[in-house]
Each structure stands twice: as structure tokens, then as C-alpha cells.
């Protein structure tokens, strides 16, 4: 089966850290970028960053909001992405999704969603 | 960043209805957006690419097109299945950005 499956979420405390994890199936991990997306709770959807593939340099692009703190790293091998998320403020309290990033006539196109994990930011 | 401007931000309709959802960009982006469907609780979905092309699998119900920087989804005749909240999405830059989203409510 096709699919997208992210763990890792939870409670952590404001400036602490956590990592979450994406693991893929049913495609060829290797062959697609991938890209986390965040909900804070009744709110609506916002890009955080995607990591190229690797013969594209496996480069990676952040949202603002994010940038410098938040780091997303993939292993082929193991078909996983990863986002690391460091200094955590409470206004990254959200469901992050992970997302295949694939290219259909030249566009980007997230044609592949995860179910989602619930990060809670608070003391 | 490219700003994307979602209009209405909600809307009730009956089912049957002709829906249309605007979305504008702050500046050109070619053809470079997309439409996704969330379903509360639910993953988003992707609804049409490049601006008018349908996903695989997607009702022919629903239609994009595009003038200048401004978007338009349509729903031609509004199903059950429908009430849900659309999003637009921006690829024209490295830095994606969504719109607010519209959600679509029955009357």
C-alpha cells in the first residue's frame, strides 16, 4: 500500500526539542521530495519545508517562521524523512504532516499526505 | 513571500449548488497552484494541479482556471461529499505558501 505514516509527536515543553519521523511505502522513496506541512489546531494549513532528493543535492527549503530552528533530513535507505525541531515555542504547537512531493507536468504537487501526529507545545 | 488570498473565507450552499472559491497571489505565478480538499479531522487531499488540470481520481465536478494572479475552483453541482474546506498552494517560488483555506458549509 501506498503510504505515508508520521510518528514522533507529543507533549514537550516551550525551548526544548523533538523529532518526528515519516516513514514511506509502497513507492520509490528516493525518487520524490518531501515536504512537512503544519495545522495549528483550527487553523489552516502552513508550508514548513521540504528536502530535495538526493541527486538533487538532497538541498532543503524553510518556511520563515521556521528557519534556523527546525532541520528536515531524509534516509533513502530506510525510506524516512525526518524534521527535527529545536527551540519550540508554543506557536509550533500543531499537527504536522509529512507529504510526497512529486513533479506532474513540471508542477510540485503534495499527491501524498500522511495521517498526521499532534505536537503540543507547554509548560 | 507570495502571498495567497483565499475568498470567501466560508460559504453555505445546498447541495446542487454552483460553488466557486477565488484564490489571488500576491504577485505572478504563472500556473503554479494547486487545490486541495480537507475533510475535518482528515489529511488534505489534491484536488487540481497547475491551476485547471484534474488529479487522477477526482470528479469532473470540480474545475480550476486561472486569470492573471487571480484562481478559481468550481464546484458544478455541490455533493454531500463536498462540505469540507478547499485550500490553495503556490509552487511558483521555493517557499510554498497556502491560502487561508474556505470552507464549505451546507445551507
Known amino acids: 500500500e501506498v503510504q505515508l505514516v508520521e510518528s514522533g509527536g507529543g507533549l514537550v515543553q516551550p525551548g526544548r526539542s523533538l523529532g518526528l519521523s515519516c516513514i514511506a511505502s509502497?513507492?520509490?522513496?528516493?525518487?520524490?521530495?518531501m515536504s512537512w506541512v503544519r495545522q495549528a489546531p483550527g487553523k489552516w494549513l502552513e508550508w514548513v519545508g521540504f528536502?530535495?532528493?538526493?541527486?538533487?543535492?538532497?538541498?532543503?527549503e524553510y518556511a520563515a517562521s521556521v528557519n534556523g530552528r527546525f532541520t528536515i533530513s531524509r534516509d533513502d535507505s530506510k525510506s524516512i524523512a525526518y524534521l527535527q525541531m529545536n527551540s519550540l515555542r508554543t506557536e509550533d504547537a500543531a499537527v504536522y504532516y509529512c507529504?510526497?512531493?512529486?513533479?506532474?507536468?513540471?508542477?510540485?504537487?503534495?499527491?501524498?499526505w500522511g495521517q498526521g501526529t499532534l505536537v503540543t507545545v507547554s509548560s | 513571500d507570495i502571498q495567497m488570498t483565499q475568498s470567501p473565507s466560508s460559504l453555505s450552499a445546498s447541495v446542487g449548488d454552483r460553488v466557486t472559491i477565488t484564490c489571488r497571489a500576491s504577485?505572478?505565478?504563472?500556473?503554479?497552484l494547486n487545490w486541495y480538499q480537507q475533510k475535518p479531522g482528515k489529511a488534505p487531499k489534491l484536488l487540481i494541479y497547475?491551476?485547471?488540470n484534474l488529479q487522477s481520481g477526482v470528479p469532473s465536478r470540480f474545475s480550476g482556471s486561472r486569470s492573471g494572479t487571480d484562481f478559481t475552483l468550481t464546484i458544478s453541482s455541490l455533493q454531500p461529499e463536498d462540505f469540507a474546506t478547499y485550500y490553495c498552494?503556490?509552487?511558483?517560488?521555493?517557499?510554498?505558501?497556502f491560502g487561508h483555506g474556505t470552507k464549505v458549509e451546507i445551507k
Open positions: 504577485q505572478s505565478i504563472s500556473s503554479y
Open positions: 507529504a510526497r512531493g512529486g513533479i506532474t507536468m513540471g508542477h510540485f504537487v503534495l499527491d501524498l
Open positions: 498552494q503556490q509552487s511558483f517560488t521555493t517557499l510554498w505558501t
Open positions: 528536502i530535495r532528493r538526493k541527486d538533487h543535492g538532497a538541498t532543503t
Open positions: 497547475a491551476a485547471s
Open positions: 509502497g513507492f520509490t522513496f528516493g525518487d520524490y521530495t
